[in-house]
């Protein structure tokens, strides 16, 4: 039955092995027998206990330490050269194999400081995880596009990423955190400079800058900066590359395998260039006002197929971009200005505004991105226009979406300089995201079971509603 220890056998027990009058003790004891014998209010199960699991912790670390690094020519560049950051000409970025996916983004330091601000790498951090959590194996070629100023900051944060993800493999069983596939996909970063992109053709870019109705002050409005102008010109950057998806790097939320996207290419027409998804407000509605008083019965800008593109999550068929002479024709600096004062309208956010302009005069030129891949999320047009926001912004139910784009403003109108407004108004219209720094797991499921909790940092775990 049960019985209390005598407190007199233990203290013998306790002199005894730590006396070193214990003989024939095996040496994977001998860290046990320190600990007891160094800190008495241990008790010696707990000792063992604790020693057992670093041991399998430790032979956990061994073995996956092995698996990935049998696997680390397969999995990933050296990670030295991703943090080296070295820029390739676009010319001459080219995936490994014709298996890699082709995926761009911009990541630039905009505001010139010395780091890049934290909450924007984190940003980053939850794409990139996010795509390495749901896919499904395919091998990834990221092309990087940054500048001179930005490109060692850029570089060690992206090896960072891998790193720790690497880490996190080897440490955490599958079961313990869910991701569709074991280990990363195969993967080759290539960093491309801004600037060699906007020496292909500066007159154009020039021509489009012209058109910003906020300026060229990029410290005051970031759609004054030349980034935001150079993807028409990926076709003739990209000479070595046929297909190329092209996303924001901070402002997306994706729960589905990037493959799902690339599948999409077979999907564009025989004319289409590119495949974007539609904006889903009536921005454009609201930008072609002039237009409307020139042609009263126009459906551009209209719920529906003209309702102006988005190019947060873009499809580039580049060779087919190449070929075709519409598309560079219309690439010069006359038929920009020809293009805007046709429609009457001046640009607010870069180069989406050429491409829906674009799209309204020649539409054969693009094939529409099911709003699935690009399920946007601001509200900023809900106020002013209540009575048919929602002809603008349905896409689908939650469990059908795979990209969440987390762009212009909200969750509430006031953070759309709006006046507040009754939550049942407008609630059909936010979602929520839950994210969890996996760092500070425990601490999370502290708070969780024993709120309120003081003792989680703003950035330690976030609930965005959007």
Known sequence: GWHQPDPAHATYVRQVICSGQQKGRRKIFSVVNVMYCKFPRIRKRDVKLLSFTASYILFVITINSVFVHRNSDNYVENLQKIRDGKFTKPGKVEPPSTEYINLGMIIINLKKTENLDENFLDQIRKVFNDIFLFSSGTPLHFIIVTDKFSIAGVSLFLA??????????????????????????????????????????????????????????????????????????????FQAIDRMIFMDSNDLVIVSDIKALQDRFDNIEDDAVMEVGLDLSPHYRTHLSEYYLTDLMSELGMPGRYQGLNTGVVLFHLQKMRKSKVFNDNLTPEKVDALFKNYKMKMTV????????????????????????????????????????????????????????????????????????????YREYINFFIFVNPENLWTVLYCAFTLPCKLLTPRQNEIIDY
């Open 160 to 237: 960072e990423i891998i790193s720790k993800d690497l880490a996190r493999q080897a440490i955490l069983d599958r079961s313990w955190k869910w991701r569709k596939s074991k280990g990363l996909p195969l993967i080759a970063f290539s960093f491309v400079d801004t600037e060699d992109i906007l020496d292909i053709d500066r007159d154009f870019v020039a021509a489009l800058k012209k058109q910003n109705l906020n300026g060229n002050d990029a410290t005051k409005d970031k759609y004054a900066a030349d980034l935001f102008y150079i993807a028409p010109l990926y076709h003739k950057a």
């Open 350 to 425: 870069g180069d989406q505004d050429w491409f829906t302009l674009l799209s309204f005069q020649h539409p054969n030129l693009f094939t529409i991105l099911p709003c699935q891949f690009n399920a946007q999320t601001s509200i900023q047009y809900w106020s002013s226009n209540k009575e048919i926001f929602h002809s603008y912004h349905h896409c689908d139910v939650l469990k059908n979406i795979k990209i969440f784009h987390r762009n212009g403003c909200g969750p509430n109108p006031e953070h759309c300089g709006s006046p507040p407004a009754q939550l049942s108004e």
